[in-house]
Every structure is written in C-alpha cells, then in structure tokens.
C-alpha cells in the first residue's frame, strides 16, 4: 500500500517562505514521477509542479514558476517544494502526488496515489 504523508505547511506573512516534504512508502519512490497539486477554498484542485524519477526534468505552473522549486531525495524516498516570496493566493491544502509513469505532468490522472494534503496559509 502506497502511502504519502506531507508536511511542513503552516501559517506564513505574504514574502515569507515556507517548505513542504512529502515522505513516500509502499513502492520503489525513485521509479516514478512526483507532483504537488493544491486547492484553495471554493476552488478546484490544480496543479502546482512535478518532477521526473530521476529529479533531472521538473514543470512548474505559471501561477508558480520562479518562486517555487520542486526537488527530491531518492535515497529518502522524500519529494519537497520550496516556496517562496509567498503570497496570500497561495493560500490552500497541498497535496503531494505519485505518479503513474517516469515523466508527468499537471493531470491529475497521471497520478495514482494522493496524500492527505497539508494547509499553507499566507497572511497579506
């Protein structure tokens, strides 16, 4: 049984940073492709970043992109996103994603397994 169990999320001032770890087990972790996806209040799940088996190619959301950074630690069976210069529209549950193949990308059903999402919320 795959499980993911991220963590790391909290209460941040709008500049600020903040890192999530998502912790995997239950399967070969550097196999397969990893995402992060998040959801705010009365919004739609969407896609944040993913990054391949091996950590070499990673895609990244506009909404994101140059202040987040998707990495992984084979040997910890561990995926991070590092967040920066956060901002209050980053607020929402994040969820850490385990592919279904080597390479993925912002579908949701490239990922088999989900975990249970931590909450990251900026203040302005």
């Known amino acids: 049984q795959v499980q993911l169990v991220e963590s790391g999320g909290g209460l941040v001032q709008a500049g600020g940073s903040l890192r999530l770890s998502c912790a995997a087990s239950g399967r070969t972790f550097s196999s397969y492709a990893m995402g992060w996806f998040r959801q705010a209040p009365g919004k739609e799940r969407e896609f944040v970043a993913a990054?391949?088996?091996?950590?070499?190619?990673?895609y990244y959301a506009d909404s994101v992109k140059g202040r987040f950074t998707i990495s992984r630690d084979n040997a910890k069976n561990t995926v991070y996103l590092q967040m920066n210069s956060l901002k209050p529209e980053d607020t929402a549950v994040y969820y850490c994603?385990?592919?279904?193949?080597?390479?993925?990308?912002?579908?949701?059903?490239?990922?088999?397994?989900w975990g249970q999402g931590t909450q990251v919320t900026v203040s302005s």
């Open positions: 994603a385990d592919a279904s193949t080597v390479v993925a990308g912002r579908d949701e059903r490239e990922y088999d397994y």
């Open positions: 990054i391949s088996w091996s950590g070499g190619s990673t």
